[in-house]
């Protein structure tokens, strides 16, 4: 790969005793666009400001096209700020203009072109981003949605070299988050500028973003492709790429994938009497998903878990193995558990109201033991368990 | 033991604190006031804040000087009849006015009414992100806010203490008219008494005046940002609230210094 157009080597930055930057280093590369996401109140935002010279950072260095910010003239950082655009988080809208002073703000004071040319290229991005029936009306009386895309607008309207989006999607309804990404997309493959969005919209910026950097606790705790970091087994970063699992695990109370394998390798280590698993396999429930909706899938994952809690217990836990598997584990019991649990897991499925849901979606069920063994890796068995056709 | 050195420490935190802003005021100064060699650029600017300074604050202006110079020529005469001197109270309100009231009352009038707007606008511009804004589009957010209102200022100022000056001495004049048949007197007296130095004082005051006001407002404004006590709209608040009482001051402290070399 090429050298990276930005640098962030070492940035420390403390607002008083609090330490929002901690020896973060980050590359952003030219022409690519380079996702950085992390909590609220991370510090994101603090760290592009540096970039863009808002905030002096306490210790640390940032490389810009080969020159480092500790060593170059105020004339050339002034010549690096004329290449980059920002849009706040908050719009930073001028509230006493109107949206098309507002967006033809940087061609009057920087460039002063005539105003022909003004009036031609604002009126240009005011068609693109549909604001022609706001365009003579002052940002308070227009909708929040509309604020950010006069934002978007006024930091597209001097085709930068490098753009920062902080959280562009901020306050917008899903299907404009879409069309700013989309916007946003287009207009990189368009003039192939180098663009940094700091964002919370996890998955959707993963389509768009070539590089994702998560940052926490003022490091940046990974650097790498969505690919990378969708396949990624850091129980650290599931939170991040998976947030809308958790929040339904939280409403099922069943664990997530990467707790599960967590539960039953931590029980495996413990060396006390072999676990026991029973695995409901719900085969057709990733295609109830797809043709019928996520809630749909959910609700019927809700209903089987409500029915699980009276069987979990310390010594018994249950969670989502795979979209499809869901896996009970149990360690400190006998081979009768294993029986008796599947008796009841078949009296649930074939009550007559799941029954009929089951068959009405094309839910094909198989419920399955493994008897745990001292010698064997219980996830390496269950494996083995479901990949086979073998029904207990 | 910590008791002890608790004064020592608070005096020594307040003259630094002292030290850093008014250094800071100093180059956020000398800053606006360098920026006026780009002119050219900035005259729209300055014509709508010498519209917004100067001409909007014009009838409180006139106003004020009426009934000032109404006031001057009834202590004037109450206080002249007593040594039979009623036929001086035209030189006693003009050169009060053009020497004194006149810079002073205009600064004190302009300080509530522009200072304290400017102070406010720029404060809320600070924490909305606009000045900001400005930063990352690499526009001089000194040159674009402050100098065009400094500039204005330097015009503004003069030119309506000339008018509260004008206004005052008719006032007075209405007043002696009021009080005595030997009003004739008075305008013969003003033009008889009153020298060029004493309008160029009145001038000067009014361009340090115009000075003081204009960067101690911007500048509190400008800063809102790094008031320790508040933040947000409180922040503003205590911003304009700032600027007005620190401009009152200096603007006083000022008029004493100059007219002590002026004398």
Known sequence: MHEPLIQIQNLTKAFGDRVILDQASLDIHRHKITAIIGKSGVGKSVLVKHIIGLIQPDSGDIIFDGKAYSQITAREFSAIKDRCSYMFQHNALFDSLTVFENIALPLREKYRLPKKEIIDRVQTRIEQLELDEVAHLYPKNISGGMQKRVALARALITNPEIIFFDEPTTGLDPIRKKTVFSMIHRYHEKFNFTAVIITHDIPDIFYIAHTVNIIDHGKIIFSGSPVALDQSDNPELFVYTHGHEMLVDDLTKLLNRIALRQKITTWSTEKSTPMHMVSVEMKGLRKLVDFKGHLLGHVFIKNFAKFLQDKLSADVCAGLFSQEVLVLVAKNKDKEWITTTQEQLTDFFTTPGIQQFCQANHLCVQIRGLVGSANTDPLLALKQRLTSRQCV | ?263
């Open chain 2, 1 to 263: 033991m910590k008791k002890i050195f608790a004064l020592p420490i608070f005096l020594g935190e307040l003259s630094l604190g002292v030290l850093k802003s008014t250094g800071q005021w100093g180059v956020f100064s000398l800053s606006a006031l360098a920026n006026a060699v780009y002119l050219r650029t900035l005259w729209q600017k300055i014509l709508y804040n010498i519209y917004f300074i100067g001409f909007k604050s014009l009838n409180i202006i006139v106003l004020v000087a009426f009934f000032t110079g109404m006031v001057l020529g009834l202590q004037g005469h109450y206080t002249l009849i007593k040594f039979s001197a009623e036929g001086m109270l035209g030189v006693a309100v003009a050169l009060s006015l053009v020497r004194e009231l006149g810079p002073v009352l205009t600064a004190i009038m302009l300080i509530g009414r522009a200072g304290s707007s400017i102070s406010a606008e720029i404060g809320i511009m600070r924490i909305s992100e606009q000045i900001d804004a400005l930063e990352t589009m690499n526009i001089n957010p000194i040159r674009y806010l402050v100098t065009p209102k400094v500039i204005a200022g330097f015009i503004c100022f003069p030119l309506l203490t000339a008018i509260f000056d004008c206004v005052g001495i008719l006032g007075g004049y209405f007043a002696s008219t009021l009080l005595s048949s030997r009003s004739g007197i008075f305008f013969s007296k003003v033009q008889s008494s009153l020298m060029v130095e004493d309008v160029t004082g009145g001038f000067i005051k009014s361009f340090v005046f115009a000075f003081i006001v204009m960067t101690i407002s911007c500048y509190c404004g400008y800063y809102t940002h790094q008031n320790r006590d508040s933040a947000g709209a409180q922040g503003v608040s205590n911003s304009t609230t700032s600027a007005v009482v620190q401009s009152c001051v200096y603007v006083l402290i000022a008029d004493y210094i100059i007219t002590s070399f002026l004398m």
